[in-house]
């Protein structure tokens, strides 16, 4: 077998992984990445990307048939299916041709096949046996960086094949599904759901808890369930799936309502209830890696319990988000090339792409209840801004959670237009300790959607200029 040395290996070549390995190259480090498939894991091939681009798609189609509000005539708008996957898949072409040539131009080396640790490090390299298409290469690294991601989870009753689908499958149909059940009201389930709905599914959803969006304020969960329901969704919450069989072309599916069974007739069926991490087959055990319910647990250098050996990205723990992969990358290569580097973020955005937009940084209203501290809570609703009037596209609003003594900054949801660009002005907020009138101060842009931040945090103070300072409400202890 084949031995060949490097300084760095990088398994994975998702968005921490490719990340970790230019970044790693860059530092001047002889860097492999590994990857059993293409280049830009999940995120770019099978995720984040595609379904971005499906999601817009879907809201250009639905926009262009509603244009008629604004003075604007489209006669026999329809959606040429096919031809919307094939500009997807365009996309996804273009970025994941875009990392590799990254890679290629930053001397990182690129090997297809996957990779497994034969066990503990051997005077202080450790050994990974890739399996590739033309053979067994036996890789010899001082570290190696674990990357490899996550995938959906599978529930009984529900094994993907056929018309039961992962998201993965969910993004690669070449017709709209007449009726499609999701099962599971997460992030990804709504995510695409309101995307297929938006094309012409009839979509119900079932979700196991009492709300849509678990563990995200309901205050702006509330605005998306509303738009849900106004495009004619179904939406069952406390609901259990129980099994589904499938019958000529349709899938009959079993689930518990109220208590009660009932069975619901559908042409698809898309299961998105989670992602667990990719932690076997990887010789984490020979290797002596602890492992904890899948994930491979790492400190603030991301360095696991063995020396050498890195954990970053889904593998490493929540939150599972391609940006903090990323980051945790840039951290991990810095380490190993021997500066002084931690992952120490003091917010992490979190963006749903749904209709409208989610997006959360900093504290929530709970984390907030529970930190003792008095918070004040501004909000402003995009109703009242002009630009958002003016793009068609008012619903929802920005809220800020302000220390009613000190004046911090604390936590920003934000449901509505752009909320995914939005974060990022409140995201810089928190990372820099920022107080109501670093953003107060600040002129912004006139009309532009970044002005209800400004509005947001000035309402939590009462100094807000667009909306009525009513009596702030107070979060106490």
Not at 299 to 304: N, P
Request: aromatic share 4%.
């Amino acid at each position: 077998m084949e031995t060949k040395q490097y300084d760095a290996l990088v398994i994975g070549a998702g968005p921490g992984g490719y990340v970790a390995a230019i970044r790693l190259a860059q530092l001047g480090q002889k860097t492999l990445v590994v990857d059993r498939g293409n280049v830009g894991g999940v995120c770019l091939n099978v995720g984040c990307i595609p379904s971005k681009a499906m999601i817009n798609a879907a809201k250009t189609f639905e926009k262009t048939k509603s244009a008629e509000t604004m003075g604007i005539v489209v006669e026999s708008v329809h959606v040429d299916f096919p031809k919307l996957q094939a500009w997807k898949d365009g996309v996804v072409k273009k970025l994941t041709g875009g990392i590799a040539q990254l890679l290629k131009g930053n001397g990182a080396d690129y090997m297809a096949g996957s990779a497994r640790l034969t066990g503990k490090p051997q005077g202080g390299k450790h050994r990974v046996e890739v399996q590739t298409d033309a053979g067994k290469v036996m890789i010899e690294a001082k570290h190696v960086v674990l990357a490899t991601g996550s995938r959906p989870i599978e529930i009984p009753g529900f094994k993907y094949g056929g018309p039961i689908m992962s998201s993965t499958e969910a993004l690669a149909l070449q017709a709209v599904p007449e009726r499609l059940l999701v099962i599971g009201g997460g992030y990804i389930g709504l995510e695409l759901g309101s995307a297929y709905a938006k094309l012409g599914s009839d979509v119900t959803v079932v979700e196991g808890t009492d709300t849509l969006l678990p563990g995200v304020d309901p205050d702006l969960v509330a605005v998306v369930a509303r738009k849900l329901k106004a495009k004619g969704v179904k939406v069952h919450t406390k609901a259990k799936a129980l099994s589904a069989e499938v019958v000529g072309d349709k899938v009959r599916v079993k689930i518990e309502l109220d208590g009660k069974p009932e069975t619901l007739e559908v042409d698809r069926v898309l299961v998105t209830v989670g992602r667990r991490p990719n932690s076997e087959d990887l010789g984490l055990e020979a290797a002596g890696v602890n492992v904890v319910k899948g994930f491979v647990p790492a400190d603030a250098q991301q360095r696991t319990n063995v020396p050498g050996l890195y954990a970053i990205g889904d593998l490493a723990g929540q939150p599972m988000l391609a940006h903090k992969a990323s980051m945790e990358a840039e951290v991990v290569a810095e380490v190993i090339a021997g500066k002084q580097a931690a992952f120490d973020a003091k917010a992490i955005p979190a963006v749903i792409f749904t209709d409208p937009e989610i997006a959360t940084a900093g504290m929530t209203p709970a984390e907030a209840q529970a930190s003792g501290r008095e918070v004040a809570v501004g909000k402003f609703l995009f109703a009242a801004s002009g630009r958002a009037m003016t793009t068609g596209e008012a619903d929802g609003f920005v809220k800020a959670l302000v220390d009613k003594r000190t004046h911090e900054i604390l936590g920003f949801g934000i449901v509505g237009p752009q909320a995914s660009d939005l974060i990022a002005e409140a995201t810089l907020a928190l990372e820099m300790g920022a107080f109501v009138d670093d953003i107060s101060l600040t002129i912004h842009a006139h009309p532009t959607l970044p002005e209800a931040l400004q509005e947001a945090v000035k309402h939590a103070v009462g100094e807000a200029v667009h909306a009525l300072n009513q009596a702030s409400p107070a979060v106490k202890k």
